[in-house]
Nanobody
Framework: QVQLVESGGGLVQPGGSLRLSCAAS????????MGWYRQTPGQQRELVAT???????NVADSVKGRFTISRDNAKNTVSLQMNSLKPEDTAVYYCNANLRRRWNYPSSDYWGQGTQVTVSS
């Protein structure tokens, strides 16, 4: 079993900041990329930011310069620092990990349960 547990969502005013964290646990041999996606009602889930084990980040243009992704490989955690939040950042944010459970297993995607981020005055 693999679990991704997110924390840090909530309500914040425009211009404010939030930090999301996600910890992966369970039967894990290795983790490739970790990242964050978000989804609003009626819309497809979209990439926010991903980061490889080597620290290479891919950040969506819509959040570039405002959001920073980081990762602790030793703890199997990934975080998303969100600054200068806008109402359009309101969404459910999902943690993702592409990982291998055993050395001879293929890599698969795992998801957290999602955490609500609401940006409103």
């Amino acid at each position: 079993q693999v679990q991704l547990v997110e924390s840090g969502g909530g309500l914040v005013q425009p211009g404010g900041s939030l930090r999301l964290s996600c910890a992966a646990s369970g039967s894990i041999f290795s983790i490739n990329a970790m990242g964050w996606y978000r989804q609003t009602p009626g819309q497809q889930r979209e990439l926010v930011a991903t980061i490889t084990g080597g620290g290479s980040a891919n950040v969506a243009d819509s959040v570039k310069g405002r959001f920073t992704i980081s990762r602790d490989n030793a703890k199997n955690t990934v975080s998303l620092q969100m600054n200068s939040l806008k109402p359009e950042d309101t969404a459910v944010y999902y943690c993702n990990a592409n990982l291998r459970r055993r050395w001879n297993y293929p890599s698969s995607d795992y998801w957290g349960q999602g955490t609500q981020v609401t940006v409103s005055s």
